[in-house]
């Protein structure tokens, strides 16, 4: 009777690697693409079956972070539609009013995220890194204030550095750096369906012309609870959403949080839109929502640097999410202070704290402070509900004529009545926005 | 013990979607996994290894991208996987797969020196047939035997197996080397680790044989050699739950309620297909 | 949830919207709650904010069932008397997200 099976001989080859990383999305993936293709001995792991699949979000990517990371993006990317009309409307029981963009080149994709991250991991993979799924990381290995490796089930594998890319629940971090449970105030929590529909159907009742729109809605969709809703085009589909401040939702949604998304897909003035498609999917996940209280005091320690969603490099200023191309660069950054670090040998605190300085002062680091700015509209509640119903209450005395137009001023009052005495802070308050953005 | 389990790359079929119009499957966000209930293979085999000692290997007859599969089992603690995997052995029924099948396994036990166990697990979700292993053992003319919840190896070259059926659980003597059918959901398999799945990706210990080598005749593999074809598939309608609930902290009142329940609907609690 | 069934007409009920969703459930629970902290939780959020109804109200008491668990983490997050013990689940089991 022999038990040799019962603890597998880890050989040297297969349980030190040059460095670990913790999840497979689009920061994990970065990083060890990039740290694969300078040839380090990568090891990234991820809890999903495959690759993607446990990763949601809204719908559209910004690609230029993304192409400077992977050259061969606009070739062979799993893209749905190039972003090419952008709409933002304000809905409240008045009525609704769009703002529609169509420009020229684009910037942005709208594509599965879990098409695109697979993508990514084939591209790590390719390049030689090492990607074990179906494994759910226990604990960041931890010695003396180092960190040394990581920890799942009975086995631990050890690395110079572990890029810890887990995403917004970052329960490792949490237990390494004995932090605490993220606030309610910080965080956001998004639903969204997808909705099938032939892409012919979707370019007639868009406008498209296989372009792609990204839609955000403010207003009573959201039932005027701070946050926003959205609506994506991809190939052969429609993404429809809610993200929604944690903060206010737990107060605020009277029923059950399902039910916002119903009331949208029902809403009378857009269901038409995915009039007989079929639900593909159903999906929800929390995103930090205010980065500055989010985001950990550093974004490294010693053998440990932390990316994407779990650093909390992300850009959500209540309209637009920005994480897919944030988490990904950051991961690209990660890898080059690692690739420094490591012509050092030198893996100290003090070595790999040059990666938050890399963030600070790469575009992240400046977008992030400029949107800081935009914390006035978090912070002002009036942005989600007397905005919306000022300017549908406004622009609907305007354009219903009965006998006689009222001048622009007469429907300002009025929408005024309509709305309530803050409806002139509202007026200032807009203006100032229209300015800052 | 030399072990080889038997493993179906078969689509999720948790979650089907059918084409309203022509009432096909749609395959489209279908994806493939181990058949769960092969799983349970693996694991029964996983026990057998950690209690005797010896090899468990996987094998399976299915296109390339079953590597991600058995990746999977090897991640559970698999020693290696033969994948036989050919153009032609496409389109196959239950026959031509277990001709298939058979063929690979006598390779192996030729090319191992000997084999003890060829394990399946009891069924698959996409066909539900049982044939597989029933078949394979036939065409190897071994013993064999379904339902089998567990093994005992005895002094003389035996092994004792135990099966449950509806009614009976019987021990049977079994010479070696014989064929299991594992009864489904009579095992928690284990899950992957993360040392295993470092192995597997980095010694990549998958087998790929092709018709090249196993040199079978044409005629007898793939869609040529399947004499079963399906005629029409049919769905049941969706019955919608009544999510009824009972609330009383008296068992007894709650299991007459119901068998009441039961009752009413006319389901016949006797005589159901799997405990 | 039918194809028959149209989006835009009926309200179509969480339960019935998750059928569509893939699930691998693992056998073992991934997340466990404390139900002696839920008796004096005023509050509830968790009944509510879970997008995938996993806790439900029954007789006053909370029930909680992880099968059709989406992994967010929201509970976690709003849960005031720390009653949740939250985890994701092992082995490429639970949620398996294709067109998200
Ligand atoms: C509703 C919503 C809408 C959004 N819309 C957009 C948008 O339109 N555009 C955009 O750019 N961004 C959007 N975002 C943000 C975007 O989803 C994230 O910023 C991005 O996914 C972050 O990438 P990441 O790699 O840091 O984390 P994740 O994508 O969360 O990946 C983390 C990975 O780590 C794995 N993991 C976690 N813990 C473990 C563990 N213990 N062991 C092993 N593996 C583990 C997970 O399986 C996962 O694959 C949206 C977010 C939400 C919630
Ligand atoms: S993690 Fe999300 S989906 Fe799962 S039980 Fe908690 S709130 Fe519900």
């Given at each position: 009777?022999?038990?040799?099976?019962?603890?597998?001989?880890?050989?040297?080859?297969?349980?030190?690697?040059?460095a670990i990383v913790v999840g497979a999305g689009p920061a994990g993936s970065s990083a060890s693409f990039t740290l694969?293709?300078?040839?380090?001995?990568?090891?990234m792991i991820d809890r999903g079956?495959r690759a993607g699949t446990k990763n949601m979000y809204g719908g559209r990517v910004y690609s230029e972070p993304l192409?400077a990371i992977f050259?061969?993006?606009?070739?062979?990317?799993?893209?749905?539609?190039?972003?090419?009309?952008?709409?933002?409307?304000?809905?409240?029981?008045?009525?609704?009013?769009?703002?529609?963009?169509?420009?020229?080149?684009?910037?942005s994709f709208t594509t599965y995220l879990p098409e695109l991250v697979n993508w990514m991991r084939?591209?790590a993979?390719?390049?030689?890194?090492?990607v074990?799924t179906?494994v759910r990381v226990d604990r960041l290995?931890?010695?003396?204030?180092?960190v040394?490796?990581v920890?799942?089930?009975?086995?631990?594998?050890?690395?110079?550095t572990v890029i810890d890319a887990e995403g917004v629940n970052r329960l490792l971090l949490e237990g390494a750096w004995q932090m605490n449970v993220p606030r309610q105030e910080d965080l956001a929590i998004g639903l969204k369906?997808?909705?099938?529909?032939?892409?012919?159907?979707?370019?007639?009742?868009?406008?498209?012309?296989?372009?792609?729109?990204?839609?955000?809605?403010?207003?009573?969709?959201?039932?005027?609870?701070p946050g926003g809703?959205f609506?994506y085009?991809?190939?052969?589909?429609?993404s429809?959403g809610l993200v929604l401040f944690l903060s206010?939702a737990?107060?605020?949604?009277?029923?059950?949080?399902?039910?916002?998304?119903?009331?949208?897909?029902?809403?009378?003035?857009?269901?038409?839109?995915?009039?007989?498609?079929?639900?593909?999917?159903?999906s929800a996940k929390l995103v930090p929502e205010y980065w500055r209280g989010f985001m950990p005091r550093r974004l490294s320690g010693?053998?440990l640097l932390v990316v994407g969603d779990a650093a909390g490099v992300l850009l959500n200023n209540g309209m637009t999410i920005r994480g897919v191309d944030l988490a990904a660069y950051s991961g690209y950054l990660a890898a080059e202070t690692f690739?420094?670090?490591?012509?050092?040998?030198?893996?100290?605190?003090?070595?790999l704290?040059?990666y938050g300085?890399r963030v600070e002062?790469s575009f992240i680091g400046r977008e992030l402070r400029k949107h800081n700015?935009l914390e006035?509209?978090r912070?002002?509640?009036?942005?989600?509900?007397?905005?919306?119903?000022?300017?549908?209450?406004?622009?609907?005395?305007?354009?219903?004529?009965?006998?006689?137009?009222?001048?622009?001023?007469?429907?300002?009052?009025?929408?005024?009545?309509?709305?309530?005495?803050?409806?002139?802070?509202?007026?200032?308050?807009?203006?100032?926005?229209?300015?800052?953005? | 013990?030399?072990?080889?389990?038997?493993?179906?790359?078969?689509?999720?079929?948790?979650?089907?979607?059918?084409?309203?119009?022509?009432?096909?499957?749609?395959?489209?966000?279908?994806?493939?996994?181990?058949?769960?209930?092969?799983?349970?293979?693996?694991?029964?085999?996983?026990?057998?290894?950690?209690?005797?000692?010896?090899?468990?290997?996987?094998?399976?007859?299915?296109?390339?991208?079953?590597?991600?599969?058995?990746?999977?089992?090897?991640?559970?603690?698999?020693?290696?996987?033969?994948?036989?995997?050919?153009?032609?052995?496409?389109?196959?029924?239950?026959?031509?797969?277990?001709?298939?099948?058979?063929?690979?396994?006598?390779?192996?036990?030729?090319?191992?020196?000997?084999?003890?166990?060829?394990?399946?697990?009891?069924?698959?979700?996409?066909?539900?047939?049982?044939?597989?292993?029933?078949?394979?053992?036939?065409?190897?003319?071994?013993?064999?035997?379904?339902?089998?919840?567990?093994?005992?190896?005895?002094?003389?070259?035996?092994?004792?197996?135990?099966?449950?059926?509806?009614?009976?659980?019987?021990?049977?003597?079994?010479?070696?080397?014989?064929?299991?059918?594992?009864?489904?959901?009579?095992?928690?398999?284990?899950?992957?680790?993360?040392?295993?799945?470092?192995?597997?990706?980095?010694?990549?210990?998958?087998?790929?044989?092709?018709?090249?080598?196993?040199?079978?005749?044409?005629?007898?593999?793939?869609?040529?050699?399947?004499?079963?074809?399906?005629?029409?598939?049919?769905?049941?309608?969706?019955?919608?739950?009544?999510?009824?609930?009972?609330?009383?902290?008296?068992?007894?009142?709650?299991?007459?309620?119901?068998?009441?329940?039961?009752?009413?609907?006319?389901?016949?609690?006797?005589?159901?297909?799997?405990? | 949830?039918?194809?028959?069934?149209?989006?835009?007409?009926?309200?179509?009920?969480?339960?019935?919207?998750?059928?569509?969703?893939?699930?691998?459930?693992?056998?073992?629970?991934h997340?466990?709650?404390?139900?002696?902290?839920?008796?004096?939780?005023?509050?509830?959020?968790?009944?509510?904010l879970c997008p995938?109804?996993?806790?439900?109200?029954?007789?006053?008491?909370?029930?909680?069932?992880?099968?059709?668990c989406l992994e967010c983490g929201t509970c976690r997050i709003v849960?005031?008397?720390?009653?949740?013990?939250w985890n994701y689940p092992?082995?490429?089991?639970g949620i398996?997200y294709?067109?998200t």
């Amino acid at each position: 009777m022999s038990t040799e099976h019962s603890t597998p001989n880890a050989s040297p080859s297969t349980n030190r690697f040059d460095a670990i990383v913790v999840g497979a999305g689009p920061a994990g993936s970065s990083a060890s693409f990039t740290l694969a293709r300078k040839g380090f001995k990568v090891l990234m792991i991820d809890r999903g079956r495959r690759a993607g699949t446990k990763n949601m979000y809204g719908g559209r990517v910004y690609s230029e972070p993304l192409e400077a990371i992977f050259p061969s993006l606009r070739k062979d990317a799993p893209v749905h539609r190039w972003v090419k009309a952008e709409r933002l409307s304000f809905v409240s029981d008045e009525g609704l009013t769009s703002i529609e963009y169509r420009g020229g080149e684009s910037k942005s994709f709208t594509t599965y995220l879990p098409e695109l991250v697979n993508w990514m991991r084939a591209k790590a993979e390719e390049a030689g890194a090492l990607v074990a799924t179906e494994v759910r990381v226990d604990r960041l290995v931890v010695e003396k204030e180092k960190v040394i490796g990581v920890q799942a089930g009975p086995d631990t594998v050890y690395a110079d550095t572990v890029i810890d890319a887990e995403g917004v629940n970052r329960l490792l971090l949490e237990g390494a750096w004995q932090m605490n449970v993220p606030r309610q105030e910080d965080l956001a929590i998004g639903l969204k369906e997808t909705i099938k529909l032939d892409a012919e159907r979707v370019n007639q009742r868009f406008g498209l012309e296989d372009e792609g729109m990204a839609w955000i809605l403010l207003g009573s969709v959201t039932r005027y609870i701070p946050g926003g809703a959205f609506v994506y085009t991809n190939r052969d589909s429609v993404s429809i959403g809610l993200v929604l401040f944690l903060s206010h939702a737990v107060k605020r949604t009277n029923g059950h949080i399902s039910r916002l998304l119903e009331d949208f897909r029902l809403h009378p003035k857009l269901k038409h839109l995915w009039r007989d498609g079929e639900l593909l999917e159903y999906s929800a996940k929390l995103v930090p929502e205010y980065w500055r209280g989010f985001m950990p005091r550093r974004l490294s320690g010693a053998g440990l640097l932390v990316v994407g969603d779990a650093a909390g490099v992300l850009l959500n200023n209540g309209m637009t999410i920005r994480g897919v191309d944030l988490a990904a660069y950051s991961g690209y950054l990660a890898a080059e202070t690692f690739t420094k670090a490591h012509a050092e040998g030198d893996f100290t605190s003090e070595m790999l704290s040059a990666y938050g300085r890399r963030v600070e002062e790469s575009f992240i680091g400046r977008e992030l402070r400029k949107h800081n700015g935009l914390e006035y509209i978090r912070r002002n509640p009036h942005f989600f509900d007397q905005y919306p119903r000022l300017v549908n209450s406004g622009l609907g005395r305007i354009f219903n004529i009965g006998l006689e137009s009222p001048t622009i001023w007469k429907a300002l009052r009025g929408a005024q009545k309509d709305v309530g005495p803050d409806a002139w802070t509202a007026i200032k308050d807009m203006y100032k926005i229209g300015r800052t953005l | 013990m030399q072990i080889l389990v038997g493993i179906k790359w078969v689509p999720n079929t948790s979650n089907v979607r059918f084409d309203p119009k022509t009432g096909a499957l749609i395959r489209e966000g279908v994806p493939s996994i181990v058949n769960p209930h092969d799983l349970d293979a693996v694991e029964f085999a996983l026990d057998l290894r950690d209690r005797y000692g010896g090899e468990v290997n996987a094998l399976s007859m299915a296109p390339p991208s079953a590597i991600e599969g058995l990746e999977q089992v090897l991640g559970m603690g698999v020693d290696s996987a033969i994948l036989v995997s050919d153009r032609i052995y496409g389109g196959a029924d239950t026959l031509a797969t277990s001709y298939v099948l058979a063929h690979a396994v006598k390779r192996i036990s030729n090319q191992r020196g000997k084999l003890d166990l060829v394990i399946f697990g009891q069924e698959t979700i996409d066909s539900s047939t049982a044939h597989i292993a029933a078949q394979t053992a036939s065409w190897l003319d071994l013993p064999y035997l379904y339902y089998v919840r567990s093994v005992e190896i005895k002094e003389n070259g035996f092994i004792a197996v135990e099966r449950w059926l509806e009614d009976e659980k019987t021990i049977y003597d079994l010479p070696l080397p014989a064929v299991l059918g594992v009864a489904m959901k009579s095992r928690e398999p284990r899950p992957v680790r993360l040392i295993y799945k470092i192995r597997a990706k980095a010694e990549k210990p998958i087998e790929i044989v092709t018709n090249e080598i196993l040199k079978l005749n044409p005629n007898c593999v793939g869609l040529k050699g399947s004499p079963t074809w399906v005629s029409k598939i049919d769905y049941t309608p969706e019955v919608k739950r009544k999510r009824e609930v009972f609330m009383d902290p008296d068992a007894g009142k709650a299991a007459k309620w119901l068998m009441q329940k039961y009752a009413d609907e006319d389901i016949n609690l006797i005589g159901g297909a799997h405990r | 949830m039918t194809q028959k069934d149209d989006l835009t007409k009926k309200p179509v009920n969480v339960d019935d919207i998750l059928k569509v969703d893939l699930y691998d459930v693992e056998e073992t629970p991934h997340i466990s709650v404390n139900f002696d902290r839920c008796i004096g939780c005023e509050t509830k959020p968790c009944i509510d904010l879970c997008p995938a109804k996993c806790y439900d109200l029954l007789g006053g008491k909370v029930l909680f069932s992880y099968s059709g668990c989406l992994e967010c983490g929201t509970c976690r997050i709003v849960c005031p008397q720390n009653a949740i013990s939250w985890n994701y689940p092992r082995s490429g089991k639970g949620i398996q997200y294709r067109f998200t």
